[in-house]
Structures are given as structure tokens and as C-alpha cells.
């Protein structure tokens, strides 16, 4: 299982193919280790991470 890169919550949805979105902090990220602010009209702004990895998490 995989866990959002920021807040390495489990609560999230896939949205698109090897996209997700968090609802702890309301991101959207994919497994590139790319993270997104949704903005207000629909556009999505990058989020800088550094060095971090997606995780998993075995069930």
C-alpha cells in the first residue's frame, strides 16, 4: 500500500493512472515523487520535496 509522500497518511484515492490525491492534506501526487497544490481555478501548482520516496506498506 502505498502512503502520501508529505503526510505519510493512508487516506487517499487514485485519480488517474499513477496519480492519487491525499485528503489529510489535500494534494495531489504521483509516483514520480511529484506533489501538487490544487489551486482554486483547477490548476495544479508544484510542491517542491526533497528526497522523499513514495512508500509502501505491506497490509
Same mark, same amino acid.
Given at each position: 500500500?502505498?502512503?502520501?509522500?508529505?503526510?505519510?497518511?493512508? /487516506? %487517499?484515492?487514485? +485519480?488517474?493512472?499513477?496519480? %492519487?490525491?491525499?485528503?489529510?492534506?489535500?494534494?495531489?501526487?504521483? &509516483?514520480?515523487?511529484?506533489?501538487?497544490?490544487?489551486?482554486? &481555478?483547477?490548476?495544479? /501548482?508544484?510542491?517542491? +520535496?526533497? /528526497?522523499?520516496?513514495? /512508500?509502501?506498506?505491506?497490509?
Amino acid at each position: 500500500m502505498l502512503l502520501c509522500p508529505l503526510c505519510h497518511g493512508k /487516506e %487517499f484515492g487514485q +485519480i488517474g493512472p499513477n496519480q %492519487f490525491y491525499c485528503w489529510n492534506c489535500l494534494v495531489e501526487y504521483n &509516483d514520480q515523487n511529484e506533489a501538487f497544490n490544487v489551486r482554486e &481555478d483547477g490548476f495544479l /501548482e508544484n510542491i517542491f +520535496i526533497p /528526497e522523499v520516496k513514495l /512508500e509502501s506498506v505491506a497490509e
